[in-house]
């Protein structure tokens, strides 16, 4: 099951992402399959204890506390940068949950994530900032790059998660 998470996070906790996020630790040349030749924007946030420790405790006050971190990084995509359908993994108790930390966003920019559930039903998850959504890893997915007319850096943030029982 899909679901949706509204207003994350308080304003000072944002504006500290995006404090982190405009950093010169982006790195090119991330794809979401191993034989995909659409790259995109990666950034790693697992040595970050503000993402780790801070935000992944109020995650988890909505998600439920039975979740630990497997990985998390930040995505980056301009326009032309699609990623492709993925999986994140195979194992059912793995989850996806995939904040956006956009300050502002417009339906007409694109951008959506795009996952497809085990009924084949395609489902489309507008970057709203300060949401999030969280779906099993093993559904399939992709981030679709802004429209044209967003010039700016599409971010979500993912974190890949385990349920423990």
């Not at 308080?10 to 500290?16: H, K, M």
């Not at 503000?50 to 998390?72: A, C, E, P, Q, W």
Request: charged residues 20%; proline residues 5%; hydrophobic residues 35%.
């Amino acid at each position: 099951m899909i679901k949706k998470y509204f207003n994350l996070f308080e304003n000072a906790e944002i504006d500290e992402i995006w404090k982190y996020l405009n950093s010169p630790n982006w790195e090119f040349w991330h794809k979401s399959n191993t034989n995909d030749t659409n790259y995109f924007w990666h950034m790693n946030l697992e040595d970050h204890s503000f993402f780790t420790k801070d935000l992944f405790s109020k995650i988890k006050n909505h998600i439920g506390k039975n979740f630990s971190i497997d990985r998390v990084y930040a995505n980056g995509q301009t326009f032309g940068l699609d990623g492709s359908f993925h999986t994140d993994s195979l194992d059912p108790n793995a989850y996806t949950f995939l904040y956006y930390p956009m300050r502002q966003w417009n339906v007409d920019w694109n951008g959506e994530t795009i996952i497809i559930d085990p009924n084949d039903s395609v489902n489309y998850c507008i970057p709203i900032p300060n949401s999030a959504v969280c779906f099993p890893a093993n559904w399939i997915h992709y981030g679709r790059s802004p429209s044209k007319k967003f010039v700016d850096l599409r971010v979500t943030i993912a974190y890949k998660l385990t349920k423990h029982d």
